[in-house]
């Protein structure tokens, strides 16, 4: 057994201290897709993960107050798509920094796997995913979805990354002499 130490219940950090610190943690750019009465939705996120590799699963967070967390907890579907670094204004469009008027599938190649959900053609991987199961963490919920079908794109594809308010892209440090 991991000892640990004793937490007082009502240890909390400010909510501003951690949005800051969290802001320091650089993560990848993902696109959750489903679909709700036959029309495909969107939504940019950050929150994506590996769980297991058998059986295949991966988890998405998602919060319950954005309209995409009661899409896919009715369907029971998404597909992540990981977004390359020349994609953010894709991500811009489905974050709905560019408004909600706008339609958001507009110019994105995409087909089909086994949910139904949009796949897209050009993103540097997508996983397509039923929901296992589903679990409440303070104003999230934590989908954790199994792959029903995965794709990766193109080996040369790099991800999108999102740091500290900004996108950014990868570097090979072998290649850039470090």
Same mark, same amino acid.
């Given at each position: 057994?991991?000892?640990? &130490?004793?937490?007082?219940?009502?240890?909390?950090?400010?909510?501003?201290?951690?949005? /800051?610190?969290?802001?320091? @943690?650089?993560? +990848?750019?993902?696109?959750?897709?489903?679909?709700?009465?036959?029309?495909?939705?969107?939504?940019?996120?950050?929150?994506?993960?590996? $769980?297991?590799?058998?059986?295949?699963?991966v988890l998405v967070v998602i919060d319950r107050r @954005?309209?995409?967390?009661?899409?896919?907890?009715?369907?029971?579907?998404?597909?992540?798509?990981?977004?390359?670094?020349? &994609?953010?204004?894709?991500?811009?469009?489905?974050?709905?920094?560019?408004?909600?008027?706008?339609?958001?599938? /507009?110019?994105?190649?995409?087909?089909?796997?086994?949910?139904?959900?949009?796949?897209?053609?050009?993103? $540097?991987? @997508?996983?397509?995913?039923?929901? !296992?199961?589903?679990?409440?963490?303070? !104003?999230?919920?934590?989908?954790?979805?199994?792959?029903?079908?995965?794709?990766?794109?193109?080996?040369? /594809?790099?991800?999108? $990354?999102?740091?500290?308010?900004?996108?950014?892209?990868?570097?090979?440090?072998?290649?850039? +002499?470090?």
């Amino acid at each position: 057994m991991i000892p640990t &130490q004793p937490t007082p219940p009502d240890a909390t950090a400010d909510a501003d201290a951690y949005r /800051a610190a969290m802001r320091r @943690w650089p993560s +990848g750019v993902t696109v959750i897709t489903m679909v709700s009465d036959g029309v495909p939705h969107g939504m940019t996120a950050s929150a994506f993960t590996s $769980v297991s590799v058998a059986p295949p699963m991966v988890l998405v967070v998602i919060d319950r107050r @954005w309209r995409s967390h009661a899409r896919v907890a009715a369907t029971g579907a998404f597909c992540v798509n990981v977004l390359a670094a020349d &994609q953010s204004t894709r991500s811009d469009v489905f974050a709905g920094r560019v408004g909600d008027a706008v339609d958001r599938f /507009a110019d994105v190649p995409y087909g089909t796997a086994v949910t139904g959900c949009p796949c897209f053609d050009d993103a $540097v991987a @997508w996983f397509d995913c039923v929901v !296992d199961r589903a679990y409440d963490a303070g !104003d999230h919920t934590i989908f954790v979805g199994r792959v029903a079908a995965c794709h990766a794109g193109d080996e040369s /594809a790099t991800p999108l $990354v999102f740091h500290n308010t900004r996108y950014a892209r990868l570097i090979d440090l072998d290649d850039a +002499g470090a």
